[in-house]
């Protein structure tokens, strides 16, 4: 706060020792011009008829009420701002997996995904039944190897972070069910939804 001060008060010393020996350069740079333009104007108001303002003044009306009673009409010449394409499911999976490499977090929105897309097949073949999400992913005809079987339990069932990464420089990094090779997955799965 002092600091501001003092710089408020050197702008304030500095613009009054300026002030008087610059005087007349400001009066003729910028007093006179300044003035000379506020006469022109007086005398360009005085000259015309009180009729011809009431035009001016009504035409300008005229214009403000017409663009605010048409505010879709458009300019010539303006240009439309392309819109972003929606991402769809599969293309926005691909940008996870692709990502997938920088952390933790991105590997289980993808597990998270596959373990979906994993209840979702157990759930079509169960006729009748109601499954929960929160259901071991086990039925019939359902026989994974025990990395890819943890590996969408805990996409689905888990989350990112119960395998937060060890911050350190000589720390090495541990394996989690997230490190599971994901084409692995894709094809079980593939061939789980082929098979119901």
């Known amino acids: 706060m002092k600091r501001r001060a ?3 008060l050197g702008v ?3 613009a009054l020792l300026l002030a008087f020996p610059l005087r007349n350069s400001v009066y003729e740079a910028v007093i006179i011009p300044v003035a000379y333009i506020v006469w022109i104007l007086g005398l360009l108001y005085h000259a015309a008829d ?3 303002w009431w035009i001016v003044v009504i035409f300008f009306t005229l214009v403000l009420l017409g663009r605010s009673l048409l505010p879709k009409a458009k300019p010539i010449g303006k240009k439309n701002i392309p819109m972003k394409p929606v991402v769809g499911q599969v293309e926005s999976l691909a940008v996870w997996v692709k990502k997938s490499e920088r952390g933790r977090y991105f590997q289980w929105l993808v597990a998270n995904r ?3 897309i994993a209840h979702h097949a157990l759930s079509r073949r169960e006729t009748g039944k109601t499954r929960s999400v929160f259901d071991p992913l086990t039925g019939s005809d359902w026989d994974p190897n025990a990395g890819l079987q943890s590996y969408l339990e805990t996409g689905l069932h888990g989350s990112f972070t119960d395998f937060a990464r060890q911050s350190g ?3 090495r990094p541990q ?3 997230l490190d599971h090779d994901v084409n692995d997955a894709v094809e079980f799965l593939e061939n789980q939804v082929g098979n119901k």
Do not use: E, M, N
Request: proline share 6%.
């Open 6 to 8: 003092f710089v408020l």
């Open 12 to 14: 304030v010393g500095i």
């Open 50 to 52: 009180q009729s011809v």
């Open 114 to 116: 596959l373990g979906k």
């Open 169 to 171: 420089l000589f720390a």
């Open 175 to 177: 394996k989690t069910p």
